[in-house]
């Protein structure tokens, strides 16, 4: 079953909410990466034609934003800041736990496919450093030892049936 079969009410409220059609393109991609993991080729296909452009429009967009994968990623995406404050005030030393304790390095995935681990430059809350952000949001003042906690506590709510995006296509909800 396609987007449309699946999620045809929000569809139709996502295509209301703009004068073109085209205008939904970040609103559907998030709901697709929703639905199948990440931006397959077919998935990026759907998507132009739920709103009438070439698939290479869409691609553009899929290729251009940090928050749209284009390969699997886990349900949780760690992304930690290594801008300057962040690393004076210990991101290297928060990734190097993350690691240690997921057993993977940046840019990999868990094998249960919980937690995708990545680096990424300034997440603007420099007061906060070292800042992660897992989906959408933001846990700062973090140090090595809190790590266990909080992975326990995502972990929990992937397990209770909460909707995740890691788009944030239930941003502001």
């Given at each position: 079953m396609g987007l449309r079969e699946t999620y045809a009410a929000e569809i139709?409220?996502?295509l209301a909410r703009y004068a073109q059609p085209r205008s939904a393109v970040l609103a559907l991609l998030y709901l697709a990466q929703d639905e199948y993991g990440h931006l397959t080729d077919a998935a990026v296909r759907e998507v132009a034609e739920l709103i009438g452009v070439p698939p290479t429009d869409v691609f553009e967009v899929a290729g251009f934003y940090s928050l749209?994968?284009?390969q699997p990623v886990g349900r949780w995406v760690l992304q930690v800041c290594d801008d300057v404050p962040c690393c004076?005030?210990?991101a290297e030393?928060?990734?190097s736990a993350l690691q240690d304790t997921l057993g993977i390095r940046v840019d990999q995935t868990t094998a249960d496919g919980m937690f995708t681990l990545q680096r990424v430059k300034c997440l603007a809350d420099c007061n906060r450093a070292p800042l992660l952000q897992a989906n959408l949001e933001y846990y700062g003042n973090l140090?090595?030892?809190k790590i266990g906690e909080l992975l326990d506590t995502l972990r929990a709510r992937a397990a209770s049936g909460e909707?995740?995006?890691?788009s944030g296509r239930f941003?502001?909800?």
């Amino acid at each position: 079953m396609g987007l449309r079969e699946t999620y045809a009410a929000e569809i139709d409220a996502l295509l209301a909410r703009y004068a073109q059609p085209r205008s939904a393109v970040l609103a559907l991609l998030y709901l697709a990466q929703d639905e199948y993991g990440h931006l397959t080729d077919a998935a990026v296909r759907e998507v132009a034609e739920l709103i009438g452009v070439p698939p290479t429009d869409v691609f553009e967009v899929a290729g251009f934003y940090s928050l749209l994968y284009r390969q699997p990623v886990g349900r949780w995406v760690l992304q930690v800041c290594d801008d300057v404050p962040c690393c004076f005030c210990g991101a290297e030393e928060l990734i190097s736990a993350l690691q240690d304790t997921l057993g993977i390095r940046v840019d990999q995935t868990t094998a249960d496919g919980m937690f995708t681990l990545q680096r990424v430059k300034c997440l603007a809350d420099c007061n906060r450093a070292p800042l992660l952000q897992a989906n959408l949001e933001y846990y700062g003042n973090l140090e090595p030892a809190k790590i266990g906690e909080l992975l326990d506590t995502l972990r929990a709510r992937a397990a209770s049936g909460e909707a995740l995006s890691v788009s944030g296509r239930f941003a502001g909800q």
